[in-house]
């Protein structure tokens, strides 16, 4: 089952398919984080900062406007476009899940930071959505990689590895925690 | 005045990553300023004790260069009839287990082990002055709010280990 407020307009299972290519994409991924961070913005403004092709960049925001995960904040040339925050909530069997925009930013940066990629192939993406809600707790100061080992069921030292690698991502996004 | 500085496994995640450059950076500041960190059991066994982490770019540590050069040693084990060093790490137990809301089950004695040396190096008069590098807070704040009760008052500072800090270390750090 999926559930978000209504955004634009989009029905969820329609969102739900970009949101599954942002999941996939980290290209993809860290377009949607920067607009969201960083806009409104132009496409060239993203190609510059991200240092990706014009031509994927165009098809990237054009992917996310369809799906009303961003939107034109100008309608002249050049177009400027901001983005919407993500909160799509799964449930099955009883676990429930919210991609959040953090999810995504922690994605977004497994391709500059393998310790994420290696984390993600191991734990999967639930995994992952995991680990960044003990990262909020580990920048907070309320729990340390030894609790989060045992609670997790992770030697410390992979603890402590993954926490790291989630602590610049969970710090711009506290405020943002749910 | 004797400073001793003891450094917990976090530091040396830290310095993990494909370039060292931190790991490098922390060596040479070390070296300069003649400085050794010492690393209780605990956190020696946390950085060996985990094959997987290998597949980790940060769980690739060269911990090992800084035994054989000398700037990273074991610490002596904890002296635990040493009625100061049980207290507090008890007392830092309780501590970690209210500032992250859990029960203390979830933590164990050998969890407190960084506050534990540093009671136990103030307390045998081996150092006057301690440091506790880490990325643990709840120890960290543990350290700072409960060895200065037994008298060892703006004897303990923790410091938490960041990236900027690690980016930025010298030699001066250590003096």
Redesign the interface.
Known sequence: MAQSPPRSGRPPIQQLQTVADLLETPALARVYAHILHDGPVTVSEIVDTLDIPQGTAYDYVQNLETASLVEKTREQRPYEYDAEPIALTLSTDGKTQTITPALIAAVARREEDEDIDVYIERHGLDGLAIALEYAYEYVDGTVNHRIAARELDLSPLEAEIILQALEPVATEYVGAAA | MTTVYIAD??VF??C?G?DKNKFQRLRRALRQAGVSLRIPQRVYT??G??P??D?????NIPYPDGFEEGWIVVADDLDYTNPLVSTVMDEARRF?AN????SED???KA?TALVGLAAQVLDTGEADHVVLLT?????G?AAETLIPQHGFSDRIEFRYVSVEFLESITAQEFR
């Open positions: 496994t976090g995640v830290r993990g494909p946390e950085l004790g985990d997987a982490a597949a980790y770019p940060s769980g970690i500032e992250t809301d859990r979830i933590t164990e969890d990325t643990d807070k709840p120890a704040r």
